[in-house]
């Protein structure tokens, strides 16, 4: 989904004069959110994300990870502190596809710019380049309900991607799929970074995603949720998938459970 930001959400523009690698595209300062009914879910959440970085947050079941998300992309306002954006044109991949089911491949993928009044030609134009970019040539044609698990994740991402949105938030898209299916997705959404070079936050409860994934991982304590640990990721892109099998992979992939340990408590 690309949300719509609201300007009681945005605050300022983030460092939008370079708008190159290694501006700040996403940033939370002192973010809390207390719901109507007394929750506290996020205390003084700071960190941000640059042009050209993939974070991962990784936290307990109910610790607020997908709030930052929503908070984010606008969908709700932050109860306190400040969030901002270099550009209000958010890629947003939700834990399920949600595709149409009465629309192929290629109308699914035309959808958000139907919804921002794109005319057909440049919109088929769009939805045709994306679908090409995540390897769904050929497929065109085809119904979600004809699709595998992967597939319709790959529709969600392409979907995003005809409005080729500076920010890319991914709300723990592949928790649902197989082990082998869902590897192959990390390999896809790494190619679709190291092309569009887009600023990148994912949510997973998995550590060794998150590790194989990012730039950097951050570590969220238990609710309310906030930032307990930062790791910065050394290995280089293309990450080979025999990377998860390495001495080094596995020390790191620790340093951050023995912190997720340690975040569970208040």
């Given at each position: ?128 380049a994306a679908v090409r970019l995540v390897g769904l040539d050929g497929f065109e044609g085809h119904y979600p309900n004809a699709l595998s698990g992967g597939m319709r994740m790959r529709v969600s991402l392409a979907r995003s991607l ?41 949510i997973t409860h998995s550590i060794y995603e998150a590790v194989y994934l990012s730039t950097r991982v951050l570590v969220m304590s238990a609710r309310p949720g906030h930032i307990v640990a930062e790791f910065d990721v050394p290995f ?31």
């Open positions: 989904m690309t949300a719509p930001v609201s300007s009681a959400s945005s605050g300022r523009p983030a460092d939008t004069a370079a708008g190159g690698p290694g501006t700040v595209g996403l940033r939370f300062e002192g973010v809390s959110k207390v719901f109507p009914d007394g929750t506290r879910a996020l205390d003084d959440v700071t960190f941000d994300v640059r042009k050209g970085e993939f974070v991962t947050i990784v936290g307990p079941s109910g610790c607020g990870k997908s709030t930052v998300l929503k908070i984010a992309s606008g969908l709700i306002p932050e109860t306190s502190g400040r969030v901002e954006l270099s550009d209000p044109n958010i890629g947003y991949v939700f834990q399920d596809a949600t595709l149409l089911q009465w629309r192929t491949v290629q109308r699914n993928v035309e959808l958000f710019c139907e919804l921002h009044k794109m005319g057909k030609e440049e919109r088929v134009e769009r939805a045709a005809t409005l080729n949105p500076e920010i890319f938030l991914f709300d723990e898209p592949f928790g649902a799929l197989d082990e082998i299916t869902r590897e192959r997705m990390n390999d896809e959404v790494l190619r679709l970074f190291r092309i569009e070079r887009f600023a990148g936050l994912f280089e892109y293309p990450r080979r998938p025999e990377l998860r099998f390495e001495p080094a992979f596995a020390e790191l992939s620790g340093q951050v459970s023995h912190a997720l340990r340690g975040g569970y408590g208040p």
